[in-house]
T-cell receptor, first 109, second 113 residues
Framework: TQLLEQSPQFLSIQEGENLTVYCNSS?????LQWYRQEPGEGPVLLVT?????EVKKLKRLTFQFGDARKDSSLHITAAQPGDTGLYLC?????????FGTGTRLKVLA | NAGVTQTPKFQVLKTGQSMTLQCAQD?????MYWYRQDPGMGLRLIYY???????DKGEVPNGYNVSRLNKREFSLRLESAAPSQTSVYFC????????????FGEGSRLTVL
């Protein structure tokens, strides 16, 4: 079973600060997804990364896939209270889709 | 579009009671999933169905059974509920092989007393 570990587990920052969260595994991913989940809702897809070394940007969010495709990071620039939520990385190999342990982010106004 | 619909949204059970969580998707997706999410935690895979007629165990299958009734519906059954099964349960679906986007239901909050 492939285990996805995310760090940090919790993060509380002030509005305007930058932050990075990480997703790591000992195995190689064919692709990896990042989701955000808000309270009382299901997760929603933010991005899919496929190629080693790939960088994708979504407004103030920057996603990077490690060269060896074993790790990924999510960087948020100038965080806003609307970024508050649970950030999950996920991977689906042969249909068995699993998620990382999650990073719970709180951005204070 | 409804997307993924789960019922019930809330349920309270006593230890030892049984119940079935229902899930239906109207996106013609092949694969469906059941996850549980404990307070402050990520999602853990209970069971999944790669296609109609097949089901497989996930990370935490003990105490649960599933049925892929047809392409649209995937149910999760607790035969004898235990307090450790108190959680929020999410159903999800995906169009094809697990490299794409999962679509989630709104969740079912289950409390076992």
């Amino acid at each position: 079973t492939q285990l996805l570990e995310q760090s940090p587990q919790f993060l509380s920052i002030q509005e305007g600060e930058n932050l990075t969260v990480y997703c790591n595994s000992s195995s190689v991913f064919s692709s990896l997804q990042w989701y955000r989940q808000e309270p009382g809702e299901g997760p929603v897809l933010l991005v899919t990364v496929v190629t080693g070394g790939e960088v994708k940007k979504l407004k103030r969010l920057t996603f990077q896939f490690g060269d060896a495709r074993k790790d990924s990071s999510l960087h948020i620039t100038a965080a806003q209270p609307g970024d508050t939520g649970l950030y999950l990385c996920g991977f689906g190999g042969t249909y068995k889709y699993i998620f990382g342990t999650g990073t719970r982010l709180k951005v204070l106004a | 579009n409804a997307g993924v619909t789960q019922t019930p949204k809330f349920q309270v059970l006593k230890t030892g009671q049984s119940m079935t969580l229902q899930c239906a998707q109207d996106m013609n997706h092949n694969s469906m999933y059941w996850y549980r999410q404990d307070p402050g935690m990520g999602l853990r895979l209970i069971y999944y169905s790669a296609s109609e007629g097949t089901t497989d165990k996930g990370e935490v299958p003990n105490g649960y059974n599933v049925s892929r009734l047809n392409k649209r519906e995937f149910s999760l059954r607790l035969e004898s509920a235990a307090p450790s099964q108190t959680s929020v349960y999410f159903c999800a679906s995906i169009a094809g092989a697990s490299t794409g986007e999962l679509f989630f239901g709104e969740g079912s909050r289950l409390t076992v007393l």
